[in-house]
């Protein structure tokens, strides 16, 4: 007999007492789904092992079915437990893991990488080695080392003189024995000016300058009137000269001089 046939006939057995599932759980203390499974012949949903015995055993006795004989019943349990351990091992195959073979693959995978690296290398190894002539050392004569001749002089070029001489907050610049003069009136922020050459009375350049520089020409004399004089720079004839460094006006009068006039 099967579990199928044990199943069906204890379900005939309850229902020929008149009784319900729920009368045989409260007379078994299976669950209702346990219960179910019994009848229905569904081994699947129960408990392995012994378990199913058990729970045949308490639903036979409350419905008085005799219903397990020895051999029967443990030849019916056991094949249908043992069909259904037989599936498991099925489904713990397919995780399963022969550790030899990944240890071989990674083995020939490894001595693989090695081997095309060392290929690799063996061929472009050679077209990098560049042979580099041994050229002899250049040896330049004793005249070519001569960078300036001996008959050849430097010329030196002399700074102007200049003289300074402070009055009252003015700036006396004598510039002694050159061509012209030649003024670079640099601001960096603002000042406001008021610039005249040579005596004249209109100012060439009057106003704000801000950032920029001024390059003025003359034959005698500048004057050059700094609202701000700490932002200025004057700069004669090549020369920077030294120029207040107050906030407020400073003028600087920058004059040319020449021996015998």
Known sequence: MDFKEIGKELKEARQLKGLTIEDIVDKTKLRKDQVKAIEEGNIEKLPPGPYVKGFIKLYAKAVNLEIFEETTTATTLDSSISSRKKREPLKRSSISIDYSSVIFFTVLVSFLALAIYL????????????????????????????????????????????????????????????????????????????????????????????DEELLILAENQIVIQAGKAKNGTIIINGVQVEFSDKDGRTDAIITLERSGE
């Open 119 to 210: 290929i690799v290398t063996y061929i472009i190894t050679p077209k990098n080695n560049i042979e580099i002539p041994n050229n002899p050392p250049i040896i330049i004569p004793e005249e070519e080392e001569k960078v300036v001749d001996e008959g050849e002089e430097v010329e030196e070029v002399d700074e102007p003189t200049i003289e300074l001489e402070i009055k009252n907050n003015k700036y006396y610049y004598r510039v002694i024995d050159e061509e012209k003069l030649e003024v670079l009136f640099i601001v960096q922020g603002q000042c406001w000016v008021d610039i005249k050459v040579d005596g004249g009375s209109t100012a060439i350049k009057r106003g704000i300058m801000e």
